[in-house]
């Protein structure tokens, strides 16, 4: 099992930053995949980023590419997200989720074993 609990949602305007955090425990980290979705009101839940277990391959969609940026720290068991240049068509709830298949780099919500309880992220214009 591996809990994982997202941090760092708020409010912000566009054009600004928020650093979205996940905290792990349980299963090893090292050897888990981690990603982050996001699904705002009336859609489906949508990839944004993924990270392999070293860190060393990452993947993003389209629609965040060049402005979001995704990190880990295998010691301190922590994935986080850095949302730069916010638009107001980011606003959503940010989930943090864990792949067992370490080394993949998976863009669907059902490849994916653990999920968070979401941080809500609002960008006004």
């Known amino acids: 099992q591996v809990q994982l609990v997202e941090s760092g949602g708020g409010l912000v305007q566009a054009g600004g930053s928020l650093r979205l955090s996940c905290a792990a425990s349980?299963?090893?980290?090292?050897?888990?995949?981690m990603g982050w979705f996001r699904q705002a009101p009336g859609k489906e839940r949508e990839f944004v980023a993924t990270?392999?277990?070293?860190?060393?391959?990452?993947y993003y969609a389209d629609s965040v590419k060049g402005r979001f940026t995704i990190s880990r720290d295998n010691v301190q068991n922590t994935v986080s997200l850095q949302m730069n240049s916010l638009k107001p068509e980011d606003t959503a709830v940010y989930y943090c989720?864990?792949?067992?298949?370490?080394?993949?780099?998976?863009?669907?919500?059902?490849?994916?074993?653990?999920w968070g309880q979401g941080t809500q992220v609002t960008v006004s214009s």
């Open positions: 349980g299963r090893s980290f090292s050897r888990l995949a």
């Open positions: 989720a864990a792949d067992m298949n370490y080394a993949t780099l998976r863009t669907h919500t059902y490849e994916y074993d653990y």
């Open positions: 990270m392999t277990w070293s860190g060393g391959n990452t």
